[in-house]
């Protein structure tokens, strides 16, 4: 699982290696906003498709197809990259609806030709920090 805290800063190059480490970083995440890219753009195409624990779970949840589609091709990002997951890689993106409301999405890549939306729900803001990090235990 990698984390992403996604703020660039001005690259400083103290040594040979901490500029490769910035390249890394920074092939890392343009390669995951291409990504994200390709996911809004199948979403707003509506090339997308429910898990069926993600159907479950935006009833119980009360989130509406409407919202989920407003979080994502609004100004989402995405903050957890799941390159090695079980059922296929697949990345956590937080967006918001047009009311404020925060969401967490975790969507398949977009090498298939529907992103599967895995799960959705609030994040509670008691176990993130600004909705993007998780927090450590206490």
Known sequence: MI????????FTCLSPNVFKIDQQRMMK????MGVHEEIRSKILRRLYEFSKHAVDQSIIRDISVAE??????GGSEVVEDYPDDKYG???LILGFTKAGRALH????YPSRPLIKIVTLYEPDPDLWV???????DQ
């Open 3 to 10: 984390f992403f805290a996604l703020y660039l800063e001005p």
């Open 29 to 32: 995440y343009n390669q995951i």
């Open 68 to 73: 989920m589609e407003e979080a994502i091709t």
């Open 89 to 91: 890689p697949s990345c």
């Open 105 to 108: 999405m975790q969507c398949s």
């Open 130 to 136: 600004d909705f993007r990090i998780r927090k450590q």
